[in-house]
């Protein structure tokens, strides 16, 4: 029974997305040797180095390839093993001759229905295929769809061709074939071998748990608008509590305070609302109680809960006054190399009260307050922002920072279509085209487009990609270049949504967006040309 590969494939891809880290990584014996084995089969040897490897084909050329490769191949060996066994089936149809037709004929045939619908293949091919399934409908569908339908499972080239395999995994991975496609070749091995395979995902289940056991820290994740900063944290961290930072947040709403909290005594006095509505709870005192914020809370949580990781997540941390916010809590933020705090502070008097009133933290916080090593505190930052607080090199230096690029390939909605100046563009040419005029014009980077500005549903709709993308760049990126960024003749935000609504190129970036076009075409022919020098060399 075939298994849906297009499901398969988009497992894959979220797995890899949320749970891939790139970090320096060793392979265990038993992988090594496996996959050694395998390789020497094929003619080929490889001499593994703590971090690298060196394979030496049996043409003797030398691929010298980084760990991370055997790891990232691992998320995708499954879907891999699924394309192979549909890939199988086509072989064994193939030798039985259907309609007398050769191994050569038959795949010539198969070739020609790519792009084409399931009513478009031959009754004989149909016929040999539910023949083959006997009653199981399900997965001759599948394979009809397999023939037929190359975007389902993310395929490029043919599947006559040996290396069908290859843009489909690269494409899930994200990966460049001209620098990285011998990862192709190592998910091919891990898949077609079961043992080996099983040995793969072992590293995989290894190298996960290493990474969730990791210490906390304090990270700082910034970039463009729209480069998916919150999703990034949201992918690689656990147990998150959300905050949100603003110019009136303040150090008692992060850590907390005694506040007005109500009260109600029992009365026989009937209280009616203003509305006339009877208030049937009590007679209304204000009590004073220390209310923990967001900060004490998730720290609590860490405390109780020592074999679970918990973060902190702070959106805008710029967008307030952080080191006041953190008021003493600054001092907590100098991490030791196990992720405890550094140094312990005396907390004030009503936060400390409330610590000793908590079972679990009384034994804990006796001697000083401090972060534990499940607590994680991590932020968003958008530096393009107007109207934010600068963050100080002292703040600064108790955080880690992490950059995240723009990026104009790979994205959950890169094919998604936008009308635009009378045709019908993928989202990734028209982003790539807009930031490419912003460079030109010498906007930052902080400043360009990120693809995740725009959601889904805001490209379908003309009027909020409108509203948000336009006004976007009209009153903050090029405020004051406007006339090289717009057409000349607009001179108003009215006259440029009217004239996009009309189909006009109001950006002048349509010649961009063809020569993008232009260039990943020759771009995938020399691929093609490269891959075929390679087959030929291996074939050798």
């Not at 705090?341 to 001697?367: A, C, G, V």
């Amino acid at each position: 029974m075939l298994r849906n590969l297009n499901e398969l494939a988009n497992a894959s891809k979220g797995h890899y997305n949320k749970s891939f880290v790139n970090e320096d990584f060793k392979l265990n014996r038993e992988f090594k040797e496996r996959f050694e084995i395998l390789l020497e089969a094929k003619g080929n040897e490889i001499q593994y180095l703590e971090y690298s490897a060196e394979i030496t084909t049996s043409s003797n050329n030398k691929i010298f390839c980084p760990n991370q490769w055997f790891y990232i191949a691992t998320f995708v060996v499954e879907f891999a093993a699924e394309l192979i066994k549909y890939r199988q089936i086509l072989n064994n149809l193939s030798e039985s001759q259907v309609d007398g037709m050769t191994r050569n004929k038959f795949f010539e045939k198969i070739k020609s229905y790519k792009g084409k619908e399931t009513d478009d293949i031959s009754i004989e091919i149909k016929e040999a295929v539910l023949n083959y399934f006997d009653d199981d409908i399900q997965s001759a569908e599948f394979l009809f769809r397999f023939i037929t339908d190359y975007a389902w499972w993310y395929g490029s080239k043919t599947i006559d061709r040996h290396d069908y395999y290859v843009s489909p995994t690269l494409h899930l991975l994200g990966l460049v074939n001209v620098s990285q496609g011998y990862v192709a070749e190592i998910v091919y091995y891990l898949a077609s071998d079961s043992e080996l395979m099983r040995s793969a995902l072992h590293l995989q289940e290894l190298e996960l748990r290493r990474t969730n056991n990791k210490p906390s820290e304090n990270l700082i994740v910034y970039g463009a608008p729209g480069t998916g900063k919150s999703r990034y944290l949201e992918d690689n961290f656990t147990n998150i509590t959300r905050v949100v930072f603003h110019t009136e947040y303040s150090y008692f709403d992060f850590v907390g305070s005694y506040k007005p909290t109500p009260l109600y005594k029992s009365t026989e006095t009937t209280i009616n609302r203003l509305n006339g509505e009877r208030f049937e709870i009590g007679e209304p005192i204000i009590d004073y109680q220390y209310i923990p914020g967001p900060f004490i809370n998730v720290l609590v949580k860490a405390i109780q809960n020592p074999d679970i990781n918990h973060t902190l997540l702070i959106e805008e941390i710029n967008r307030a006054n952080a080191p006041a916010v953190f008021g003493d809590i600054f001092q907590l933020l100098d991490r030791r190399s196990d992720g405890f705090s550094q140094y312990k502070i005396r907390p004030n008097t009503d936060l400390n009260n409330y610590l000793m009133s908590i079972d679990e933290t009384r034994q804990h916080f006796k001697n000083g307050l401090y972060i534990p090593n499940n607590m994680s505190i991590v932020a968003t930052m958008n530096s393009a922002d107007q109207g934010v607080f600068v963050l100080d090199s002292a703040f600064k230096r108790r955080w880690k920072f992490k950059y995240l690029p723009i990026k104009e390939k790979g994205f959950v909605h890169e094919n998604v279509k936008v009308n635009y100046a009378g045709e019908s563009f993928e989202w990734r040419l028209l982003l790539s085209a807009i930031n490419r005029k912003l460079k030109d014009l010498g906007i930052s980077e902080d400043r360009l487009i990120g693809p995740y500005f725009i959601n889904t549903e805001e490209i379908n709709d003309n009027s909020s990609f409108a509203s948000k993308l336009l006004i976007y760049l009209w009153d903050d990126v090029v405020r004051y270049k406007r006339p090289e960024f717009f057409d000349k003749e607009i001179r108003t935000y009215s006259e440029l949504v009217t004239s996009f609504v009309n189909g006009n190129d109001v950006m002048n970036i349509k010649t961009l967006i063809f020569d993008i076009i232009e260039k990943e075409q020759e771009l995938e022919e020399r691929e093609e040309q490269n891959e075929d020098g390679i087959d030929d060399e291996n074939a050798d």
